[in-house]
């Protein structure tokens, strides 16, 4: 158990972990900071935090664990911020959805200190944010990646996993750079694509006739489109060029497609539609629960 929790970022992530931890016994007190003091109290009305601190230092201070849940362009700021409380033992997360622009981040900014630092990516969330969405279960059944630097001290990459597993999430290690180009196909290219599509018809003058007949289908797969953007603007820049190499992978074959039906080569149309189809039907998403005690 841990005797406190410092979460620096009081949103639906940095909530949700302390809902979680609170849930599972993990932990005896919390302690959040967020820039606007507004949410640092409404999270400790929802009981989500105990304590509301005055800035990410006394958040850090006391705690023997500390969740950084901020937007990544605020990652360095936030380093920097707390730096001279980061100690051995102590155990540093955040939960950034890129992983080589904090690494960098921290490397400059911690320096020696960086070894008490796991950098982690809880593939969690939900469309809306704030703290008054945080779930304890948030994470549970999901996938949790670690990207540790060599200098990461080894025990508290085990601590870190350790703890998201009594979470009921699933832990995996990548190194940052695959990480990133990971994630640019499966999860930040997805997002450019649904408000790219969004926009294209939204802007139509008739746009707002097609919405209204848009069915199941369209809600299902434009609905990242509605996520936060912020968050968004700061983890597709800071992934842009990962991100644009999937761009470019994606054209190329909405190319091929364009291709055969300007042609009117329905053989050759089908294929590619039967390429997807078949691909797609063989393919499950990743649900394995994590071995217990991992």
């Not at 979460?7 to 809902?19: N, Q, R, T, Y």
């Not at 937007?71 to 730096?83: C, L, Q, Y």
């Not at 622009?101 to 982690?120: G, I, K, M």
């Not at 996938?143 to 540790?148: C, D, G, N, S």
């Amino acid at each position: 158990m841990f005797n406190q929790l410092g979460v620096i970022g009081c949103g639906l992530m940095g909530g949700s972990f302390a809902l979680a931890l609170k849930r599972a016994g993990l932990v005896k007190r919390v302690v959040g900071y967020s820039k606007s003091p507004s949410t640092t109290e409404r999270a400790k009305r929802l009981g989500v935090i105990d304590i509301a601190a005055e800035s990410a230092l006394l958040a850090v201070s006391g705690s023997d664990i500390v969740l950084i849940s901020v937007p990544v362009a605020a990652s360095e700021a936030t380093f920097r911020a707390i730096r001279h409380l980061v100690e051995p033992g102590v155990l540093f997360m955040d939960v950034g959805s890129t992983k080589r622009d904090v690494v960098e981040a921290a490397r400059r900014t911690l320096r020696e200190r960086v070894s008490s630092f796991v950098p982690a990516h809880p593939i969690a969330g939900k469309e809306v944010s704030g703290v008054e969405h945080s779930d304890a279960t948030l994470y549970a059944g999901r996938q949790v990646i670690l990207t540790p630097l060599p200098q990461t001290d080894a025990a508290m990459v085990q601590k870190a996993s350790d703890v998201w597993s009594a979470l009921g999430a699933q832990v995996l290690r990548m190194s940052p750079d695959n990480h990133d180009a990971a994630f640019a196909a499966v999860s930040h290219l997805p997002h450019l694509l649904a408000y790219a599509y969004f926009n294209a018809i939204h802007g139509q003058p008739a746009g707002a006739d097609f919405l209204s007949l848009a069915g199941p289908g369209f809600r299902d797969f434009t609905r990242i489109a509605a996520s936060d953007p912020s968050i968004w603007r700061d983890i597709l820049l800071a992934n842009r060029e990962e991100v644009l190499k999937q761009a470019s992978r994606f054209r190329h074959t909405l190319e091929a497609l364009e291709h055969a039906m300007k042609l009117g080569n329905g053989d050759a149309l089908e294929e590619l539609i039967r390429n997807a189809s078949q691909a797609r039907s063989h393919w499950q998403m990743n649900t394995r629960k994590p071995a217990s005690g991992r």
